[in-house]
């Protein structure tokens, strides 16, 4: 069993015959974005990729301006989606029409051998959003990735167990979910399933119609909305979440309304995960066997194990002992918003690329106390006396992630920029709070 | 929905109607922390993408405010789904029709 689509079991037979179709479907390609929104057939595509030797390619966002940004890196990648109504400015690569599930002998017939791949072979290169505008790649090879991967298993105790299904609230595009509800699955005999589900409701839906034992890959922003909603939680067998700290206090009652126990997973999209914690045990995090932090200054670096470069890590990690380590908040010039990372450099960076923008930055919104999903945005005061706000939005709309569009919007006469053209955090603030008033 | 008959329900009248869509508006303003007054939303304009420009955190907040006031319950799975956000007229609407308090 390799994945469950509408509650359905899918076989391993018929992933291999649905990969060997995707592998004829690439093509000549050499990189391939793989758009699809079913779990199922974005895993059928990242399989047919490695299979074929090309290279999946994993951008942070889907902006028209990113994928003329990707197209620089690789000019023949191609979009593989199964949604027809797909806007993504590249040639496309439909995905086949499902075949009907074949059943007893049927399954069996054409079963193929399972594929051997490389450890060293790359298979895949994401994308961070970089401070400048540039979007920065980092490669991962197979064996790096799997590495990753098993530990991971072994952590969460799916490690050599009976085979467990693995719902995700999370796309799989992004590191996380590629490791945790896709890597996971495949790399350790357990069962992915397709659908992304979104509302509380479908949640709490998806997760009962799968067999336990059953883990829920999720965020905080889906956790808070999913113990806010009032409906009723399936009993699960493990929770994990990743993409911003969960506190402690949300934890304890996730363990408890879903009657297991939770784990939160640390990484970056240029390590993978890299450590895990049990909140309502410790507030230290145990890193990766083999990875270690090193600190310069303010800065943590992240090394060796499967990481592939020595990498400057975007949190303010202390350490506390071998291999453990406290994580006092964000790097002032980084943006999170519901797992989409981002930095004010970069947005304002753009912000700033707009024709008829003569000045403009970003900064954070502190959060709504009327917010249920606990989600914080970010603002951005702008010089652009040309402009109306909606005309600036759109034009943001073609260069940065929606979860970024500025909110509020101030147009100002100037920005406060001292005699060397900073813009102070205070001074900035202070014009933000009378802008309010 | 427009095709769909809808059950018979208590009728509702444009005064209920015109005050149910004032207080929603009202909510979604104050929990997206939006910078305009509740009376700016067009009752017919999308909620998501161009129209208000809310995306897809905005329409999970937005759902937990509805569930939390109204006790109800939106699906991604009903087909309804993105009728519902197609303007606050239509998501009043299916408020009214499936509100359990």
């Known amino acids: 069993m390799i994945a469950y689509r509408g509650g359905a079991p899918v076989l391993a037979t018929q992933f291999l015959r649905d990969m060997h179709r995707v592998v004829r479907a690439l093509g000549s390609c050499a990189n391939v974005l793989n758009a699809c929104t079913d779990r199922y057939h974005f895993t059928v595509g990242f399989a047919a990729t490695l299979v074929a030797g090309k290279v999946s390619l994993l951008p942070s966002t889907q902006t028209p301006a990113m994928m003329r940004q990707l197209l620089e890196f690789a000019p023949d990648v191609r979009c593989l989606t199964d949604d027809a109504a797909c806007s993504i400015e590249l040639p496309r690569i439909p995905y086949p029409a499902d075949e009907a599930a074949a059943t007893g002998n049927a399954a069996r017939d054409g079963a193929t051998a399972v594929p051997l791949i490389d450890e060293a072979q790359l298979a895949a290169v994401v994308f961070t959003s970089g401070s400048t505008g540039a979007p920065l790649p980092y490669r991962k090879s197979f064996g790096k990735l799997m590495q990753c991967v098993r530990e991971e298993a072994f952590r969460l105790g799916l490690a050599g167990t009976r085979p467990w299904t693995i719902v995700a609230t999370v796309p799989p595009q992004h590191m996380y979910g590629l490791e945790s509800s896709v890597l996971l699955a495949l790399g350790n005999g357990h069962a992915l399933c397709a659908e992304r589900p979104f509302y509380p409701a479908d949640i709490a839906a998806v997760v009962h119609s799968v067999p336990r034992p059953r883990l829920l890959i999720t965020t905080p922003v889906h956790l808070r909305a999913l113990l806010a909603a009032g409906v009723a939680l399936p009993p699960t067998d493990g929770i994990v979440s990743s993409t911003a700290p969960l506190p402690q206090q949300l934890a304890a009652e996730a363990e408890q309304r879903f009657g297991t126990h939770?784990?939160?997973?640390?990484?970056?999209?240029?390590?993978?995960?890299?450590?895990?914690r049990r909140p309502t045990q410790s507030p230290e995090w145990q890193l990766w066997p083999g990875v270690t932090l090193s600190s310069s200054g303010e800065t943590s670096f992240a090394h060796g194990g499967h990481i592939e470069q020595r990498t400057p890590m975007c949190d303010v990690l202390e350490l506390t002992g071998a291999g453990r380590f406290l994580m006092?908040?964000?790097?002032?010039?980084?943006?999170?918003?519901?797992?989409?990372?981002?930095?004010?450099?970069?947005?304002?960076?753009?912000?700033?690329?707009?024709?008829?923008?003569?000045?403009?930055?970003?900064?954070?919104?502190?959060?709504s106390a009327a917010s249920h999903t606990g989600v914080t945005r970010v603002g951005a005061c702008v010089v652009a006396p040309g402009l109306d706000s909606a005309r600036l939005l759109e034009a943001l709309r073609q260069r940065i992630d929606a979860a970024f569009l500025p909110r509020p919007l101030l147009f100002v006469a100037r920005l406060p920029r001292n005699s060397t053209g900073k813009l102070p955090h205070e001074a900035l603030r202070s014009l933000v709070a009378a802008q309010a008033k | 929905m427009p095709d769909k008959v809808v059950p018979l329900r208590q009728p509702v009248s444009p005064a209920d109607a015109a005050t149910l869509t004032r207080e929603v508006a009202g909510l979604i303003v104050e929990a997206l922390n939006l910078d305009i007054a509740a009376s700016e939303i067009d009752p017919d304009k999308p909620l998501y993408g161009e129209g208000l420009g809310l995306d897809s955190i905005d329409i999970l907040e937005i759902a937990l405010v509805v569930s939390k006031q109204y006790g109800v319950q939106l699906r991604a799975d009903s087909q309804e789904n993105e009728h519902i956000f197609g303007s606050l007229r239509r998501l009043v609407e299916y408020i009214t029709e499936h509100r359990t308090k």
Do not use: C
């Open chain 1, 262 to 276: 939770l784990l939160e997973i640390y990484g970056s999209t240029e390590t993978g995960q890299i450590a895990t």
């Open chain 1, 328 to 367: 006092h908040g964000r790097v002032t010039d980084l943006v999170n918003i519901a797992g989409k990372r981002s930095s004010l450099g970069y947005l304002n960076h753009h912000l700033n690329s707009i024709p008829g923008v003569e000045d403009g930055a970003f900064f954070h919104v502190e959060p």
